[in-house]
């Protein structure tokens, strides 16, 4: 499991950071920065697959490898963006991470998820009171979130909690303190909430976007999603053909790794504070598509 996780991230980095590597050489862009791309690239989306899954209820090889593999990946996405936003940093002078806090944006997410999970799932376990517990889930959860949010503002000296990393761990703790019963009266009275916050996290996100600008991005767009689908599909193959997976599973995990994570939303404003590298980038760009104007209309006018 954890091995076919390694291979289609890493392979999916490795691969977009060569073809925009290959790219920028030719249109004399530092070629460092396209692995701020592959860092990019890494982020999985699991709510399409997993709310499939949920809908429709299946069940095999393919689904018990998608649902922890879920988890994984963005941990593993985590560590492989921020340890390239940290060399990238470096050197471009624009004020570096240090390297030991590239661990914290696992464990301190994880660490303040479980133990809230811990806290909340005694509470729930010494009550059979339904109205109780979910109350309790819905404080813990506000509380939970509130302790991130003053860590990232007032403490730690750069936004590095990733709050998916936080839920996933308070929500692994605690349901596996309380007993089966429990967590689907849970599911039930939360189903309302948890659809509510998602439609607002999706207009959150998608409000900002100007798709102008992905037109505008031309052949970049094109290469991006082709080859980040690349290295997903053939990354996971490749690991599943390692671990001896099933057929289902070479032929089809891959598909289902191919929606891309609103984290790389985080992940690009991150890369907006590398102010030197996107003025860079920019400027280059736009003097590429400066002169390959100029030199279209020459052509036009011989």
Known sequence: MFLTTLTQSIGTFAFVSLVFSIIFYFMDIPVYLAFLFGGIALATAPAPALSIVREFGTKGPVT???????????????????????????????????????????????????????????????????????????????VISAAGIYLNYYVLPTSILNFMLMGMAYSAVFANLITEQQLEELKRRFNMILTFAMVAVILNLGAPLDYHLIFGAGLFTLVYIVSRAFGKYFGSRIGASVTYAPDTVRKYLGFTLLPHSGVSLVYKQKVDSIKGSLYHLDHRIKRTQMHLRSHTGVQRAT
């Not at 994984?72 to 030991?100: E, H």
């Open 64 to 142: 018990s490898t998608l649902i922890p593999m879920a988890a994984l990946d963005d941990m593993v996405g985590v560590v492989v963006f921020f340890s390239v936003v940290t060399v990238v940093s470096d050197r471009l002078s624009s004020g570096s991470m240090p390297a030991y806090m590239i661990p914290m944006f696992i464990f301190l997410p994880l660490g303040i998820g479980a133990f809230g999970g811990f806290i909340s799932g005694l509470i729930m376990k010494k009550t059979k009171d339904g109205q109780f517990v979910f109350i309790n889930l819905i404080v813990s959860i506000l």
